[in-house]
């Protein structure tokens, strides 16, 4: 079959490019909502024995942007993934058609230095000196996402604290962490993945901003002791994903170093706040983190999944999966070599993720992204102060990020399943309606509207109308 690949390339990208402007013009429903069983039967065809042809690609191209979430619509509120910036789908494309897998230098050379110069751009935005006299380099990789990432860290974390090989020789006593009861459910799973069983992330109490504090860290300690686990370390989340709070990093530095804890910091959402002129205060202390994971999904505008993993002893990189695969790798008893990094990820074969991170920061610039992070997370608080304003919403919280949790509560309705559902109404009904895209959430146990602030195209007069479209939902719902 003659697939003539200029000729698609050219229309599909023509229709990409359609797509991406009439998105951020607002075009079209943000979701297009489809019944999951509908939708199920209406795409119920057999493949053909013979294939479609061209027509076929551009056909069904077409046909996925259309029932897709148009993440860069202003009206995009939604999940906490990245509005990709365009430019960078194109470098996806090229990663693509290349498929250089980077298990080994020879499937990825030039993508394995760009990993290292990303990996090493980001550890000196953290605040770890490459060149540091006091110890080790930094190092780190990237893989597939903040829950890889995390599981990364943490296997790190046990080699270097078990006091054993644990990889060689498995447990010889129960451990545990230290974490958030706000931290990401990615953190309890790599703990069980780990064989930890459900009492190795020991959840500890926040303060009535949902952050950790001394009080809780010291109470979860003795708790653990009590109960015969060896607490190995504490997880800080930056930030946490219900309401968007950061764990103050050096208190909870302060704890470790007391006791002799390992730091991880989950900032797969936050750690970008590292880049920041005006909030990077949200993040100070994270220096001092055994290692940091960091998602380029989310708040750097790149395409998913894209995490970077980073300890500021480097070492510690090669140590979450210390095992040999001599067929694989060019070792010579030293450990392997800095451009086999295929040994030091949960992947064997990996997309070459760090292409677009390597070509977008270089041309876009840094400031670029220290502007985009600052850009959403003033415009979040904006829109806490526009909801201050208003007699019928109330915020839950004030925002340390970029997310915000809040309710309608016309004529202070009773809290209550009553308003619970009401919020629930609202949600659906301004998300079929196609103008916005958000979503909820529970707090203890009360049900709240959720945005994230992800589109550097949405607009304080954009929150303005979501506002007034949640308020016009209501009357017709609650018959008031
Ligand atoms: C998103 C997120 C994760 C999970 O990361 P994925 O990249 O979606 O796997 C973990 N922790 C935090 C704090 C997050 O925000």
Redesign the pocket.
């Known amino acids: 079959m003659n697939m003539d690949f200029r000729s698609l390339a050219r229309t599909i990208a023509e229709t990409l490019a359609d797509h991406v402007d009439r998105a951020l013009d607002g075009a079209g429903p943000v979701l297009p909502a489809h019944d999951p069983d509908a939708l199920a039967a209406a795409w119920a065809d057999p493949f053909p024995a013979t294939g479609e042809g061209p027509a076929a690609i551009t056909e069904l191209v077409d046909a996925v942007l259309t029932h897709s979430n148009r993440l860069h619509h202003p009206g995009y509120v939604g999940h ?1 993934v990245a509005v990709p910036i365009p430019a960078a789908a194109l470098v996806e494309a090229s990663n693509a058609l290349l498929n250089n897998g980077m298990a080994v230098y020879e499937m990825g050379q030039l993508q394995t230095v760009m990993e290292r110069r990303v990996v090493e751009w980001m550890a000196g935005r953290l605040g770890w000196d490459a060149d540091s006299k006091t110890g080790p380099a930094p190092d780190g990789v990237l893989t597939h ?4 990432g ?1 599981l990364t860290a943490l296997l790190a974390m046990r080699q270097a604290a078990a006091g054993h090989d644990v990889w060689t020789d498995g447990h010889r006593e129960p451990l545990s962490i230290l974490v958030s009861e706000e931290a ?1 459910y ?1 953190i309890d799973r790599a703990v069980r993945i780990m064989g930890w069983g459900a009492r190795g992330a020991i959840p500890v109490r926040t303060d009535d901003r949902r952050r950790l504090d001394r009080a809780g860290l010291d109470a979860a300690l003795s708790a653990a002791r009590a109960d015969g686990r060896r607490v190995i370390g504490v997880v800080a ?1 930056s ?3 219900a309401i968007g709070s950061f764990d103050p990093i050096d208190i909870v530095a302060d704890f470790c170093e007391e006791h002799g804890l390992r730091l991880h910091v ?1 900032g ?2 936050g750690a970008t706040w590292a880049l920041s002129r005006r909030h990077r205060g949200r993040v100070a202390g994270i220096e001092r983190a055994d290692s940091v994971v960091w ?1 380029l ?2 708040m750097m505008g790149l395409p998913t ?1 894209s ?1 970077a993993v980073l300890f500021r002893d480097g070492r510690q990189s090669s140590e979450a999966f210390a095992q040999e695969a001599s067929y694989l790798f060019d070792g010579d008893g030293d450990g392997p070599p800095w451009w086999d990094i295929g040994h030091r990820t949960l992947e064997c074969s990996k997309r070459s993720m760090s292409v677009t991170a390597y070509v977008m920061l270089r041309a876009l610039g840094t400031d670029y992204f220290s502007e985009h992070v600052d850009r959403l997370a003033d415009r979040t608080i904006e829109f806490a102060a526009m909801i201050r304003e208003t007699a019928d919403f109330e915020a839950a919280h004030d925002p340390d990020a970029n997310i915000l949790c809040f309710r309608h509560r016309p004529g202070g309705l009773a809290k209550g399943e009553a308003l619970d559902e009401h919020q629930r109404r609202l949600r659906r009904t301004v998300v079929e309606s196609g103008a916005f895209y958000l979503v909820q959430t529970g707090l203890d146990g009360e049900t709240w509207l959720r945005v994230t602030i992800m589109n550097p195209a949405t607009t304080r007069e954009d929150l303005a109308r979501l506002l007034d479209a949640l308020r016009s939902a209501a009357p017709q719902i609650t018959g008031a």
Do not use: V, W
Not at 145 to 148: I, Q
């Open positions: 906490q996402g903040g829950s890889a995390n990401h990615c989340s930030c946490s994903t989950d797969a959402h998602d999904h989310k999944l995490t």
